[in-house]
């Protein structure tokens, strides 16, 4: 239920719809009080009226917003009499596609509204609305006008072929050349940041009964959520609880302790455990510290966890260690290997930092963007191109093929702010938005 209710309305020919719903004289932009009335001419209800003409408005075209007093019957009513004028219910995102394709924004920016509207956290608000303003395509710009620039060069060579220049030429491409690789690597990493910012985390924590597992989620919560108790097995369902570190979104899974067991409550814990670890991105193996070394924690790991790649071992509960110099950080294998209290919070803040670091974050960096995998894939494929091209350079012979490299990193770029599309790409992006944006 919202403070007010709003119609909005776009396309070409609005003022006879105009002059039939508003009873008023509406000037472009100016929010008017009226009436909104009914095909009899009573009133359907009362509220402000904003005439958009195009191409001034959010699509391009003209649009019509109704402020009414938002019930869901009455604004029920004023939908229905605006579709019964010939108007249609818009798809998901339809609004945002028009603007796009009339040139308003460009598809980064589409993208960048929904971003903003799932955002789960203040940092992704912050990035969608940098990426909004342009930033992102603010970055891509340059490389793609760097990337036209050299095209012209070697096409005007393969054209006028001439002995002296080459060498001076081929030096100047490949420093420009390097320059644009640079570029696009550093873009590669702020949007791979972007994709953690905008998507989150989600982090189940595992590990033998007992171990400390919700323990840890309290501990990281800093609320007392999950049942904890000195009885192995108390854990049966799973415990979802979103926080939040360093902007990064992180949903922590609690699980029931792994172990062979009769009764039918926990075996279906120990089911459900196992599902949640297939879904994660990222996996914390527990392990109570005074009960398991780490060969005999890394054997165990290894029978419950089939992909040891995502996994941390947690050495919890390090409060109750005699011998401290056992503590510290290391690597086992592929591992990070951790120790913590979570009695104490001794070692959870090594725990976030090793969290983001999995995340690809690094360090606190104002200028973070949201960000989509399909913008680090495209970023990625050109930078492949470049790679290719440097490599060919140094043969003029092969510099029409040189052309073709730069040719196809341009258009892959292309795809990121929408200058080329395709209607699969288009219909995916538009589709997750909701109905009226
Ligand atoms: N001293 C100490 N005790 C801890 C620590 N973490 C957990 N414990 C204790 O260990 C016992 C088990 O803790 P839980 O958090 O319930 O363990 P769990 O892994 O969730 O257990 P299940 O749900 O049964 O699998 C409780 O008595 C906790 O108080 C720690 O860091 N230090
Ligand atoms: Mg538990």
């Known amino acids: 239920m919202g403070g007010v209710g709003i119609v909005r309305v776009s396309g070409s020919q609005l003022t006879a719809l105009i002059k039939d719903v508003a009873v008023a004289d509406l000037k472009p932009r100016i929010a008017t009080v009226c009436l909104f009335r009914d095909f009899d001419g009573s009133a359907i209800d009362q509220g402000l009226a904003i005439y958009f003409p195009g191409p001034h408005s959010f699509t391009g075209e003209d649009v019509l917003e109704l402020h009414g007093h938002g019930g869901p019957v009455v604004l029920d009513r004023l939908l229905n009499r605006i579709i019964q004028s010939g108007a249609r219910l818009a798809e998901p995102g339809e609004f945002t596609e028009r603007a796009f394709l009339n040139g308003k924004i460009d598809l980064t920016q589409a993208e960048a ?55 001076h030429t081929i030096d100047a491409l490949d420093r420009d050349l390097r320059q644009l690789s640079a570029q696009l690597e550093s873009l590669i990493d702020l949007t791979q940041e972007g994709v953690a910012l905008a998507q989150g985390m989600r982090v189940a924590i595992v590990g033998r009964p007992n171990a400390g597992k919700s323990s840890l989620l309290n501990a990281l919560t800093g609320e007392d959520r999950a049942i904890v108790t000195a009885t192995p097995g108390t854990t049966r369902d799973i415990v979802k609880e979103h926080i ?7 949903q922590l899974l609690d699980t029931a302790g792994l172990r062979d067991t009769r009764d039918p409550v926990e075996r279906e814990g120990v089911k459900r455990a196992r599902l ?50 056992e503590i510290q950080q290391s690597r086992v294998e592929a591992h990070s290997v951790i120790y913590i209290s979570a009695k104490t919070g001794a070692g959870l803040s090594t725990l976030k930092a090793h969290l983001l670091k999995i995340a690809g974050i690094s360090g606190a960096f104002d200028g973070r963007i949201v ?54 790409l288009l219909g995916e992006i538009f589709s997750s938005f909701c109905i009226g944006k």
């Not at 073709?404 to 599309?421: F, H, N, P, S, Y």
């Open 371 to 424: 960000a989509r995998r399909r913008h680090v894939v495209a970023l990625q494929q050109a930078l492949d191109y470049l790679v290719l091209a440097k490599a060919r350079l140094p043969n003029s012979e092969e510099w029409e093929l040189v052309a073709e490299d730069l040719r196809q990193a341009q258009g892959v770029l292309g795809t990121i702010t929408g200058v080329v599309t395709t209607d699969d």
């Open 276 to 325: 949640q670890i297939e879904e994660a991105d990222s996996v914390f193996w527990v392990v109570d510290s005074t009960a398991q070394n780490l060969d005999d924690a890394l054997e165990d790991a290894r029978r419950y966890l089939p992909d040891l790649e995502r996994v941390t071992l947690v050495f919890n509960k390090v409060d109750l260690l005699a011998n401290r110099r």
């Open 113 to 167: 509204i929904a971003d903003l509207i799932a955002a789960r956290s203040e940092q992704a608000t912050r990035g969608a609305m940098r990426v909004l303003n342009g930033e992102l395509s603010g970055r891509i710009e340059p490389i793609s006008s760097g990337l036209v620039h050299m095209r012209v060069q070697i096409e005007a060579s393969i054209d006028f072929p001439d002995e002296e220049i080459e060498v």
């Open 244 to 250: 939040n570190i360093d902007g990064l979104p992180v």
